[in-house]
């Protein structure tokens, strides 16, 4: 019997940083991260059981093409992982299409890794509460853990496997956040996260400090989100991606991510600033630069954004917008749910 299940699953950009795990084989992290859910990017994948002979490898397709090498061993993994939940032995077809590009630090693993959970753990059917599912979903990738919900989410650090889980983070309407991401380069980065964050714990002299700051940057802004106060989300948001760019800086080899262009954008997001628009920056492992404002000024920040730094010229910019939870679906609506349309181009 053919059994398939399909997740969609939508990208979180963090205001408050995770970078570094205290235990990597269950990937728990050293601090707790707070991030935004964006409706702008997803990924939709189906997991089917049945048409592959039993105890056989898993096979996988990304965006119409077969997946191979550590890429497919990563999702083989963590497809193991499920059918030891689940007591079974049959081998899963993964089909995945993304609106993110892969690898560029615009938190494609996040929604993969999220996607891949909701679908695999249905179609295996392990009936996981959303909790669960989101401890899962951070077996695969830190950040899918995030992806599990929409909106504003907190991922708990925890101290073992239980306790380190996301959940929503309501919010006053008058918050309204919302994100420009200036999309400088979608091409594969140099130097993996995972890669680059367990480098930055092993050498850098900075990351304690980074650790202790964090988790007072999350409770800060968990006060501000209560408050409805977007300028000091946003500036503590910006201060606390300066500073993991800054400890991983100081790990031997250095990380550094940022191009010129991206000091560019950290620049005119500064000049936008000084005119009285209020936006801040925040990267993560790629030089492209995510603006968080108020979702009443997206139209003009996006704008001033994609007119280019002086010099530059003009640059690519996507809107968006808090998205929304994961979501799972069975038999025919699976089937519709999946559009290659959604590639993006
Ligand atoms: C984050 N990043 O909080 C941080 C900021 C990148 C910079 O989570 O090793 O792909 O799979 O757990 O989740 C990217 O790291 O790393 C990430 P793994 P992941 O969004």
């Known amino acids: 019997m053919t059994s398939s299940a399909t997740a969609v699953a939508h990208a979180n950009i963090a205001l408050a940083k995770y970078w570094g795990k205290r235990d990597e084989a269950l990937a728990l992290p050293a601090t707790s991260s707070l991030s935004l859910t964006l409706d702008a990017f997803r990924t939709t994948t189906t997991v089917t059981l049945g048409d592959l002979a039993p105890g056989g490898p898993d096979v996988a397709t990304l965006d119409g093409a077969p997946m191979a090498g550590d890429a ?197 997001v500064q000049g936008l600033r000084a005119d009285g628009v209020g936006c801040w920056a925040t990267m993560d492992a790629g030089p492209n630069v995510k603006v968080l404002c108020a979702g009443s000024d997206l139209t003009t920040v996006a704008a001033a954004l994609a007119t280019g730094a002086d010099g530059t010229g003009p640059q690519r910019v996507v809107t968006a917008r808090p998205g929304p939870d994961l979501r799972v679906s069975t038999g025919a609506a699976a089937d519709a749910a999946v559009d290659p349309a959604e590639v993006l181009a």
Do not use: I
């Open 72 to 268: 497919l061993a990563r999702v083989q993994r963590f497809l193991d992982l499920v059918r030891g939940l689940a007591g079974s032995d049959l081998p899963a077809s993964v089909v995945s299409v993304a609106t993110v590009p892969t690898g560029a630090g615009l938190a494609s693993s996040a929604s993969g890794f999220a996607a891949l959970a909701g679908a695999a753990a249905t179609a295996y059917g392990l009936d996981l509460a959303p909790r669960a599912l989101s401890r899962l979903a951070r077996r695969g990738s830190g950040s899918a853990a995030r992806s599990v919900f929409g909106g504003l989410v907190l991922w708990h650090a925890g101290t073992d496997d239980a306790t380190s889980y996301a959940e929503p983070v309501p919010f006053p309407a008058v918050l309204d956040p919302a994100m420009a991401v200036v999309v400088l380069d979608d091409g594969a980065k140099p130097v993996s996260s995972r890669v680059a964050m367990r480098r930055t714990v092993q050498t850098s002299p900075f990351f304690p400090g980074w650790v202790e700051a964090t988790e007072q940057d999350v409770a800060e802004m968990l006060a501000a989100v209560a408050a409805g106060d977007l300028p000091v989300l946003g500036e503590l948001a910006e201060s606390n991606a300066l500073r993991m760019h800054a400890t991983m800086l100081g790990a031997r080899p250095p990380v550094r991510y940022w191009t010129g262009r991206t000091m560019a954008v950290l620049d005119q």
